[in-house]
């Protein structure tokens, strides 16, 4: 059983930052590629930043470019999202997920990440 713990989410004023944690453990299965999405009350799920196994390989959704990094710890088993200049519109549950299909290759859609968190909430004031 895959497991993955996402952590660090909260209220914070527009301007602030977070760093979300995505802790994963369980069965291994090799490299993974690891995403981070979002999905905002009454919206759809939607990709916000990928990485690569190796971490040679990023990408981000547009409105986040330039505010947030992703990074990985494989040491650890755990991938991280870095989140400045917030703004209310980043309001939303933060979900990570994991690719196992995928090592140099970033997916920017939901599918091929078999595995995900139960999300965390990020919530920023205006």
């Known amino acids: 059983q895959v497991q993955l713990v996402e952590s660090g989410g909260g209220l914070v004023q527009a301007g602030g930052s977070l760093r979300l944690s995505c802790a994963v453990s369980?069965?291994?299965?090799?490299?993974?590629?690891m995403g981070w999405f979002r999905q905002a009350p009454g919206k759809e799920r939607e990709f916000v930043a990928g990485?690569?196994?190796?971490?040679?390989?990023?990408y981000y959704a547009d409105s986040v470019k330039g505010r947030f990094t992703i990074s990985r710890d494989n040491a650890k088993n755990t991938g991280y999202l870095k989140m400045d200049g917030l703004k209310p519109e980043d309001t939303a549950v933060y979900y990570c997920?994991?690719?196992?299909?995928?090592?140099?290759?970033?997916?920017?859609?939901?599918?091929?990440?078999?595995?995900w968190g139960q999300g965390t909430q990020v919530t920023v004031s205006s």
């Open positions: 997920a994991a690719d196992p299909r995928s090592t140099f290759v970033v997916r920017t859609t939901q599918f091929g990440y078999d595995f």
């Open positions: 369980g069965r291994t299965f090799g490299t993974y590629g």
């Open positions: 990485i690569s196994w190796t971490g040679g390989s990023t």
